[in-house]
T-cell receptor, first 113, second 110 residues
Framework: NAGVTQTPKFQVLKTGQSMTLQCAQD?????MYWYRQDPGMGLRLIYY???????DKGEVPNGYNVSRLNKREFSLRLESAAPSQTSVYFC????????????FGPGTRLLVL | KQEVTQIPAALSVPEGENLVLNCSFT??????LQWFRQDPGKGLTSLLL?????REQTSGRLNASLDKSSGRSTLYIAASQPGDSATYLC?????????FGTGTSLTVIP
């Protein structure tokens, strides 16, 4: 039981390049989330998926797109990376959206030059 | 917009001491509040979840309280150990949005 896994662990991009961050969970959870963590800012919600087939914006969605590929997988895409998107990205999942404990992946460190 | 604040930003205590971490939030209309632990370079691990209708939750040496009316939560750690050294974050859920504080970095000195 791996929990929440994320790939890659670390990535360097040049401004304007695109990439997709992958996330998968094996806990049969309905809800999944993408956050970014920046020094002094705390974690901020980018997008979430309450259940398979649905996605919604969080606090900071600009510059990102997401796909809930199936119940297990939730990907985050940067179409044209900017230095302001340098951050640590965390994926999380929970059994449901409301009043449930979230389980986090190990994170992806992204550096945009 | 919900604002979550954690004070102090850093705390250093000798082993065996009892300690309290603080979390405050500006909007009392929350579904729940969670406390997480984050080790350097790692993801977050949930410690305690307090539903909006609850006043406190306990797990081992940890006790978390919630006072919605005043917008405050505390995490009490009893008999601290060096292994408790980590950053502790609180997060509130309001609607379908989740808001995190910036955390308190705890160091327990052997």
């Amino acid at each position: 039981n791996a929990g929440v896994t994320q790939t890659p662990k670390f990535q360097v991009l040049k401004t304007g390049q695109s990439m997709t961050l992958q996330c998968a969970q094996d806990m049969n959870h309905n809800s999944m989330y993408w956050y970014r963590q920046d020094p002094g800012m705390g974690l901020r919600l980018i997008y979430y998926s309450a259940s398979e087939g649905t996605t919604d914006k969080g606090e900071v969605p600009n510059g990102y797109n997401v796909s809930r590929l199936n119940k297990r997988e939730f990907s985050l895409r940067l179409e044209s990376a900017a230095p302001s998107q340098t951050s640590v990205y965390f994926c999380a999942s929970s059994p449901g959206l409301a009043e449930e404990t979230q389980y986090f992946g190990p994170g992806t460190r992204l550096l945009v030059l | 917009k919900q604002e979550v604040t954690q004070i102090p930003a850093a705390l250093s205590v000798p082993e065996g001491e009892n300690l309290v971490l603080n979390c405050s939030f500006t909007d009392s209309a929350i579904y729940n509040l969670q406390w997480f632990r984050q080790d350097p370079g790692k993801g977050l691990t949930s410690l305690l979840l307090i539903q909006s209708s609850q006043r406190e939750q306990t797990s081992g040496r940890l006790n978390a309280s919630l006072d919605k009316s005043s917008g405050r939560s505390t995490l009490y750690i009893a008999a601290s150990q060096p292994g408790d050294s980590a950053t502790y974050l609180c997060a509130v859920q309001g609607g379908n949005q989740f808001y995190f504080g910036t955390g308190t970095s705890l160091t327990v000195i052997p």
